[in-house]
């Protein structure tokens, strides 16, 4: 089974940036879907961005323009590059991981996940 662990996020004011990361280790697949998902006090876990198997990155239409999710192969590590924020982005913040090709960015499609890291945004 993979293990994800998370750094990065913080405190920053609207109009700051921040960087998360995701290492993985332990059994890492080939072929693996891999995303990021935010969920704010009181609301629902919601995807950010997603990196497909193609190594394409898709967001949805809030995040695009903001959001840059990226791995390194190397390290084994995702990344997710936050710019612009503003107080609606604070949140924990998870990542994801599934074996095999991407479902969707939904939480039911991921099995593996990140412990969380909290992104405060003040205005």
């Known amino acids: 089974q993979v293990q994800l662990v998370q750094s990065g996020g913080g405190s920053v004011q609207a109009g700051g940036s921040l960087r998360l990361s995701c290492a993985a280790s332990?059994?890492?697949?080939?072929?693996?879907?891999m995303a990021w998902f935010r969920q704010a006090a009181g609301k629902e876990r919601e995807g950010v961005a997603i990196?497909?198997?193609?190594?394409?990155?898709v967001y949805p239409d809030s995040m695009k323009g903001r959001f840059t999710i990226s791995y390194d192969n190397v390290k084994n590590t995702l990344y997710l590059r936050m710019n612009n924020l503003g107080p609606e982005d604070t949140g924990m913040y998870f990542c994801?991981?599934?074996?095999?090709?991407?479902?969707?960015?939904?939480?039911?499609?991921?099995?593996?996940w990140g412990q969380g890291t909290q992104v405060t945004v003040s205005s």
């Open positions: 994801a991981q599934r074996r095999g090709h991407c479902d969707g960015l939904k939480v039911a499609a991921f099995n593996s």
């Open positions: 332990g059994d890492i697949a080939v072929t693996m879907c």
């Open positions: 990196l497909l198997t193609t190594g394409t990155p």
